[in-house]
């Protein structure tokens, strides 16, 4: 067993040697500069759409808040509680056709 | 280490220039554990440019300098593993996928211009990728990194992040297997590859 370890360790060795690192071309390099530069600009460019995207729907929102918040022109009918414009809606004469009597009668 | 600590410490901050020298240090002993994992000369710089990509945009997250050759080796280990699986999925044998090397020896050995020991050498290069390409695709590379790269057992364990028992299981296990592959082989064969290189 152990002159097959031997062996295969030196099979190793052999292909450790065989196999150098090899030299690596001029191009690596400024080649890796270019790659690592157009993920940048993709990063940029999609942290600008992420801004433009936020600044959008802060827009939107402050438009929303302010159609809430300025009061309609003709809002008579929110005035008053919902009691009211119940009574306002259903006179007490109407309400007598259908067995209903108020405390007035 | 090939370079000092405050140059990764200065790639860490931003510095192109630093990061420049430390792709500069590592990038030829990079490449060849990359060509010895992956097997296709051709293909050895573009994992290895995406090596040094993954490592400028990761540089930030080391915890310390110490820890920087590990980092390194986790990330080529990771870059081969993701070629490796593309390739899987393409899986084409065609004479237009064979490497250079491959069909410079093709073309060297048809027309009888290999010599002995270049037949021998090829010999062993061949066995002993046959050997490895025997055993799952995680134990190669381990495999590799161990007897080929020449790692540690205290390396391996910061790149795979395990207990050296572990490894020492696995390790064990995977050369039980190239083993076994390599009797096979001697004894099917019957003749002797190993030799002075």
Redesign the interface.
Known sequence: MDQ??N???????????????????S???P???R??EA?QSLVVRIRRLTKVFVAAAAAICMVFALFLAVPASDNSILNGNYVDLLAETHPAENLAPLGIRTDTE | MLVEFELIQKARTGDDAAF?QV??AY???I???I??LIGR?ED??DV??EV??RL??SLDQLRTPEVFEPWLYRLTVNASYDYLRKQRRRNEARMSDLSEQQVLLADAAAGGKVSIEQER?KN??E??EA?LGAIPEHDRILLTLK????LSLKELEKIYSVNENALKVRLFRA?QR??NA??AV?SKSGKQ??GS?
């Not at chain 2, 007897?147 to 020449?150: D, K, L, R």
């Open positions: 097959w370890n062996e295969l360790e030196q099979l190793f060795g052999q292909y450790k040697r065989l196999a150098p690192d090899p030299e690596p071309s191009n690596f390099t080649e890796l500069w790659k690592i993920r | 420049n792709v500069l990038r030829k002993r490449l060849g554990t060509a010895r000369p050895v710089e290895g440019q040094f990509l400028y945009y050498q062993v290069k066995l002993v050997l007897e080929v790269e020449g050369r190239v083993l390599y009797q001697q590859v190993v290189a």
